[in-house]
């Protein structure tokens, strides 16, 4: 199984700051034959379901602010929240959709500093 | 629009089933799969599987032998139905809706809003 592992855990930043968060797999979920890296970003916030950020790792959904950006490749990648909004506050976790079994991170809770 | 409406919670006690229901409706439900997801209390995400139109399921090992996730094209409806409970399955189960790449799902795009399902005795 591929291990998604997420850092830091939590993540206090003042209003309008950078956030990052990174995610690491346990191997390269870089699909060669159509170049795409196979990776997701999620955005969840208690009593709402999971919302999809990012895909392929870059590639922001459709109405997402384009203060979330996601950045890297193989075994490496970042969320960035160019500059933190109020209601930016929730759990981030990424997702690789490589291979099964569908491996999020545990999960990275940002906060307001 | 694109919805999946699931249905509400579930109280079951240990060793019982529960069925988990996703309505679906604002898109061609055969060309999409279904993954299931949940959660437990304080706990992350676990992808539980998927599912697409045609009938074709992988299963998480964890929960592989006690789960079945079947589609209903004719009502656009998928179902998750986990057998034998114990009190590790309480959870909210969320269904969403996955694009297809070659023949396995990749973008989870749209979600249900989640089945709180308390397994106590």
């Known amino acids: 199984d591929i291990v998604t592992t997420q850092s830091p855990d939590s993540l206090a930043v003042s209003l309008g700051e950078r956030a990052t968060i990174n995610c690491k797999s346990s191997q390269s979920v870089l699909y060669s034959s159509n170049n795409k890296n196979y990776l997701a970003w999620y955005q969840h916030k208690p009593g709402q379901p999971p919302k999809l950020l990012i895909y392929?790792?870059?590639t922001r959904e459709s109405g997402v602010p384009d203060r979330f950006s996601g950045s890297g490749s193989g075994t490496d990648f970042t969320l960035t929240i160019s500059s933190l909004q109020a209601e930016d506050v929730a759990v981030y976790y990424c997702q690789q959709y490589y291979s099964p079994p569908y491996t999020f991170g545990q999960g990275t809770k940002l906060e307001i500093k | 629009q694109v919805q999946l409406v699931q249905a509400g919670a579930e109280v079951k006690k240990p060793g019982a089933s529960v069925r988990v229901s996703c309505k679906t409706s604002?898109?061609?439900?055969?060309?999409?799969?279904i993954t299931w997801v949940r959660q437990a209390p304080g706990q992350g995400l676990e992808w539980m599987g998927w599912?697409?139109?045609?009938?074709?399921?992988n299963y998480a090992q964890k929960v592989q032998g006690r789960v079945t996730m079947t589609t209903d094209t004719s009502t656009t409806t998928a179902y998750m139905e986990l057998r034998s409970l114990t009190s590790d399955d309480t959870a909210v189960y969320y269904c969403?809706?996955?694009?297809?790449?070659?023949?396995?799902?990749?973008?989870?795009?749209?979600w249900g809003q989640g089945t709180l399902v308390t397994v106590t005795s």
């Open positions: 969403a809706r996955s694009h297809i790449t070659s023949g396995y799902p990749t973008i989870f795009d749209y």
């Open positions: 604002g898109y061609t439900f055969n060309s999409y799969g």
């Open positions: 392929w790792a870059s």
């Open positions: 599912i697409n139109a045609y009938g074709y399921t």
